[in-house]
């Protein structure tokens, strides 16, 4: 009996992403794939709630991979170790049709480098460039023996790796720019900031546990600095749910009670609602500046983090995204000891009303649609095609 056609084979994707951002990620991709292949495509690996619903049942839970700063990695380097050799010999040994990596460069730049040297038949996929524009540019270049594609998701990052002798990098689109229907407010849903009484500000101290545990006490000071200098307000509190006790617990005492939120739904009518943010930086950054609410940015990290930071501010002009979009610093940021509520309260408070401050921003917002946009193509469905070539597969 002869072998069916390579194309009428289900595809083998393995994946690993090791937290939500990156879950969400692979989310869109699976779904892409599966329609361009009529459900043809089975998934396995490391992923988190989205990825499952792609019936991929993760070899384990992604908070084990999904670590932040120097000190939680350091405690839990003996675990990721293991996790990288076995995760590399179970890839290896079952020899999918493609390896995708989403993010996550730390581990899954380590378990990739491994099934190249156990299974070098197998294509490895890497989807969001590791920073190397801002840290460890050298490992642009590391990464080319074991990394055939990049999926870059910033505009500049192909360039990048061009410069550095990365391996071929492709723009393929912020996944963000599919979601502007959910995203951006319907007539009347945001009313004008000049013609409202008391103005929505959003407060998102992050998503991960260092950035609560850093920043929410600080940002319930600045509401408060606020409060005494401009009068009544609403706050909205998007919570991670597995951080809901912990904030809910240091909001208690705020002086203006937020409305704590849970789960996507809600935070997205909350962007769609609020008139300024005070947020940690990150991905929700350029979530904000594509729904078009002006913000104050606020970064800590952790004690080790402090001896590279001059290197890496040395490298770049902001930490915020949507400013290396612009090539501008659109939003005002502050890390660490600057990070105060008395300077996030005078810089969030021009923001809560009609001036020249909050104008600028939402004019330099106006500039990322066509910064951003990828061509005529979905980020998703681009992707999809990467993938598919790099499996062999007509896109």
Not at 186 to 202: D, F, M, N, Q, T
Not at 217 to 230: I, L, N, P, Q, S
Not at 269 to 285: I, P, Q, Y
Request: proline share 9%; net charge positive; aromatic share 6%.
């Amino acid at each position: 009996m002869s072998e069916a056609p390579a194309d009428a084979r289900p595809l083998t994707v393995f994946m690993i992403a090791g937290e939500e951002s990156g879950d969400q990620l692979a989310d869109g991709l699976m779904g892409e794939l599966e329609r361009r292949l009529g459900g043809r495509v089975s998934f396995v690996g490391v992923g988190g709630e989205r990825m499952g619903r792609h019936g991929l049942q993760s070899l384990f839970p992604i908070s084990e991979i999904g670590l932040h700063g120097i000190v939680p990695i350091i405690r839990n380097v003996g675990n990721i170790m293991r996790r990288m050799r076995s995760t590399a010999a179970t890839i290896a040994e079952m020899n999918p049709d493609v390896l995708v990596i989403v993010d996550v460069p730390g581990f899954n730049l380590g378990v990739a480098r491994r099934v190249r040297k156990m299974n070098p038949r197998v294509p490895i996929v890497q989807y969001v460039s590791p920073t190397v524009w801002v840290w460890r540019p050298g490992r642009a270049r590391w990464m080319r023996p074991f990394v055939d594609r990049i999926m870059g998701i910033l505009p500049f990052e192909p360039e990048v790796h061009r410069r550095l002798g990365g391996p071929p990098c492709t723009y393929v689109g912020h996944p963000l720019i599919e979601r502007f229907d959910v995203l951006r407010p319907a007539p009347g849903e945001r009313p004008s900031i000049a013609e409202v009484e008391k103005p929505v500000l959003l407060v998102l101290p992050g998503s991960r546990g260092s950035e609560v545990s850093r920043l929410t006490d600080v940002f319930g000071e600045t509401v408060a600095e606020v409060a005494k200098m401009r009068g009544p307000f609403d706050v909205i509190l998007p919570a991670v749910p597995r951080f809901l006790d912990e904030i809910t617990r240091r909001a208690a005492n705020w002086p203006v009670k937020p409305r704590i939120v849970t789960g996507e739904a809600e935070k997205l009518a909350a962007f769609r609602r609020a008139h300024a943010a005070l947020a940690a930086s990150g991905t929700v950054t350029l979530e904000l500046a594509l729904s078009g609410v002006p913000m104050v940015v606020a970064y800590k990290v952790d004690v080790l983090a402090k001896l590279f930071k001059k290197l890496v501010l040395s490298r770049i002009h902001s930490i915020v995204l949507p400013n290396l979009v612009l090539g501008a610093n659109a939003i005002p940021e502050f890390i660490d000891q600057d990070a105060s509520a008395p300077n996030l309260a005078h810089a969030l408070l021009p923001l809560l009303a009609d001036t020249p401050e909050r104008r600028a921003q939402v004019e330099a917002f106006g500039r990322l649609d066509a910064l951003m946009s990828p061509g005529a193509k979905a980020p998703s469905a681009m992707a999809a095609d990467i993938v598919l070539e790099a499996a062999g597969r007509k896109a």
